[in-house]
């Protein structure tokens, strides 16, 4: 019953060749749930393969409404009206295509230089020293737990956890 579940089923069945037990599967889902845009997409990608151009361009088209800026379906279009012959159509989607997976690579690497691996690794750390301190705390081994706070502080001064216990500790 699941959509997900089916539309991997259906995607290992187009990977297998398996092209009208693929179809079936992606037919199914989208007229269960028609604002499922993946589904079009693939049910318009197993289309193509079976030469069904028209279809497939609906699928496309119902796709492209769904969700404007998903790259896979600029391309199945760009592929769609190369075949049919209109070049400017195709043309067009294949450029916005390579538009969105250029943004798409630019946001992957910002992501990257955002995420700063010691920074991570140190509050991590930080982490299990305070929750290290807290089972000394419950075994009343107040100085092993100070210790720790103070040495998870210096790891990570922003770790408002750290901050309370030292708090509590002091009171």
Not at 80 to 101: C, I, M, N, P, W
Not at 105 to 126: C, F, H, I, K, P
Request: proline content about 1%; overall charge negative.
């Amino acid at each position: 019953q699941n959509l997900s579940r089916r539309l991997t089923l259906g995607l290992a069945l187009l990977e297998a060749a398996k092209l009208d037990e693929s179809k079936s599967v992606f037919t199914a889902i989208v007229q269960e749930q028609d604002d499922y845009a993946e589904a079009h997409v693939e049910l318009a990608c197993v289309m193509l393969q079976l030469d069904e151009i028209e279809e497939a361009r609906q699928h496309l088209e119902r796709a492209l409404e769904l969700a404007p800026n998903q790259r896979s379906v600029h391309l199945g279009l760009a592929k769609v009206y190369a075949r049919t012959g209109d070049r400017d159509k195709s043309k067009h989607h294949f450029a916005e295509h390579r538009r969105l997976q250029a943004q798409f690579a630019d946001n992957r690497e910002q992501g990257r230089r955002g995420y700063d691996d010691t920074q991570e690794n140190l509050q991590d750390v930080s982490q299990l020293y305070i929750d290290a301190a807290r089972i000394y705390l419950s075994e009343q081994n107040i100085a092993s737990a100070r210790q720790l706070l103070e040495r998870a502080r210096q790891l990570d001064p922003t770790n408002i956890d750290c901050l309370q216990t030292l708090s509590w500790l002091a009171g």
